[in-house]
């Protein structure tokens, strides 16, 4: 399996709700990441958790990493129609390279 | 401080011919990750690089493929003899180093199409 695998692979809520993604890993990591990309587009950092950080705000997006379960949770809270996009996580070791997963499809509905 | 600039943003090829996908990283910015998009995929690893150096191509096929990132101008991923399946989204991204903490950013992409 490839490292960072995102779930659901899709979700669809109403404007208000919450969405929350999750992400897994297999090997140990530096950091992990999450970006945003609106279809035909390039990918936009959200936010990135270091190994050593358990949780991170951003705005109205929340972050946790659990390093012994090689997890991590992308919230977003208040969702708003412009948050559909697809969100990928990313993985990095210390082979410098980001890996990662197929994406959650986030269909945010007004 | 312009972010990462791709050209072309779209790009048609008849099967057999050459593709070229420029990348200009971030200024300041020294280390640049080529990666493949299929559609309704996430972006698979292609190449690292750095000035003069290619640091990891494990995600490079093996053949028609190639990447480089001269001391001076952009980086260039060239794929020969272009096949159907090479119709992807290409993005270039860049960071100032590797290690802990480095956001890599990523430019917009270019769409090759195979006809």
């Known amino acids: 399996s490839q490292q960072g695998e995102e779930d659901p692979q899709a979700l669809s809520i109403q404007e208000g709700e919450n969405a929350t993604m999750n992400c897994s890993y297999k090997?140990?990591?530096?950091?992990l990441q999450w970006y945003r990309q609106n279809s035909g587009r390039g990918l936009v950092h959200l936010i990135l958790i270091r190994s050593n950080e358990r949780e991170k705000h951003s705005g109205r997006l929340r972050v946790t990493l659990d390093t012994s379960k090689k997890s991590s949770s992308l919230l977003i809270t208040a969702s708003r129609a412009a948050d559909t996009a697809s969100y990928f996580c990313?993985?990095?070791?210390?082979?410098?390279?980001?890996?990662f997963g197929d994406g959650t499809t986030l269909t945010v509905k007004p | 401080n312009a972010g990462v600039m791709q050209n072309p943003r779209h790009l048609v090829r008849r099967r057999g011919q050459e593709a070229r996908l420029r990348c200009s990283p971030m200024k300041g910015h020294s280390h640049v990750y080529w990666y493949r998009q299929l559609p309704e995929e996430g972006l698979k690893f292609m190449v690292y690089?750095?000035?003069?150096?290619?640091?990891?191509e494990s995600g490079m096929p093996k053949e028609r493929f190639s990447a480089e990132f001269p001391k001076e101008g952009p980086s260039i991923l060239r794929i020969q003899q272009v096949v159907r399946g090479d119709s992807a989204a290409y993005f270039c991204?860049?960071?100032?180093?590797?290690?802990?903490?480095?956001?890599?950013?990523f430019g917009e992409g270019s769409w090759l199409t195979v006809v």
């Open positions: 690089l750095q000035k003069e150096n290619i640091i990891d």
């Open positions: 991204a860049s960071s100032p180093a590797t290690g802990q903490g480095n956001t890599i950013y």
């Open positions: 990313a993985t990095n070791t210390n082979a410098g390279k980001s890996t």
């Open positions: 090997t140990s990591i530096n950091n």
